[in-house]
């Protein structure tokens, strides 16, 4: 089975800094992963998203995150902290398309942003 | 547009009394998810629907939870003899079902107290 696993479930940065958010993930199969962000009372939002072709995938808000296939890693990263960019922010993992996709998250990295 | 709405947001109920939450997906969205969303975890895949039927059901859905979609369009999550141990945020998304189009919306959730 999927799994994913997030290092770090706190992350804090200063504004303007780089934000790196690691993400790890285990399959049998080529995965399909995504990121999302999650802000306080409101549902999660896609941030961007790896199917196939390009490795290097850039989302909303300034965000990017790249496939490693031979790390198994898709960290998430912006390379200038803003304050709005604090968040939850979840890494996911679906094995291949049909039967469901369902998502398998990962625990979470809760982002903060200091002046 | 109007995204997915789920109702109520907030609910809280003794240990024991029966709740039902509802979901109303993004128009024309084939697939229906629900998720719930524990302190500190990602969300974990309950069950989803594909129209009106409901394709696979995790084995945290215990005999205590039902969801149901009549007619397609939108779905409801019914816990009987509510215990403490439910207490979560119960996430629905919804997507067209259309392959690598298949990205999934989520609502801003239901947060469930049981006292």
């Known amino acids: 089975a999927q799994s994913v696993t997030q290092l770090g479930s706190h992350v804090s940065v200063s504004e303007g800094a780089l934000v790196l958010l690691r993400c790890n993930y285990s399959s049998s199969v080529p995965p399909y992963l995504f990121w999302y962000v999650q802000y306080p009372n409101q549902g999660l939002q896609l941030l961007l998203k790896?199917?196939?072709?390009a490795t290097l995938v850039k989302g909303i808000n300034g965000f990017e995150a790249e496939f490693k296939k031979s790390e198994t890693s898709f960290h998430l990263t912006k390379p200038s902290a803003h304050m709005s960019d604090a968040a939850e922010y979840f890494c996911?993992?679906?094995?291949?398309w049909g039967g469901g996709n369902k998502l398998t998250f990962g625990t979470g990295t809760q982002l903060k942003v200091e002046l | 547009d109007t995204g997915v709405s789920q109702n109520p947001r907030h609910k809280i109920t003794k240990r024991g009394q029966n709740v039902t939450f509802r979901c109303d997906p993004i128009s024309e969205h084939n697939r229906l998810y629900w998720y719930r969303q524990t302190l500190g975890q990602g969300p974990e895949f309950l069950t989803y629907f594909q129209n009106e039927a409901q394709l696979e059901k995790s084995r945290l859905l215990s005999d205590r939870f039902s969801a149901e979609r009549p007619k397609g369009s939108f779905s409801t999550l019914e816990i009987q003899r509510t215990e403490q141990g439910d207490s979560a945020m119960y996430l629905c998304?919804?997507?067209?079902?259309?392959?690598?189009?298949?990205?999934?919306?989520f609502g801003a959730g239901t947060r469930l107290s049981v006292l």
């Open positions: 790896y199917t196939t072709g």
């Open positions: 996911a993992v679906i094995n291949g």
């Open positions: 998304a919804s997507s067209l079902g259309a392959g690598e189009l298949d990205i999934q919306y």
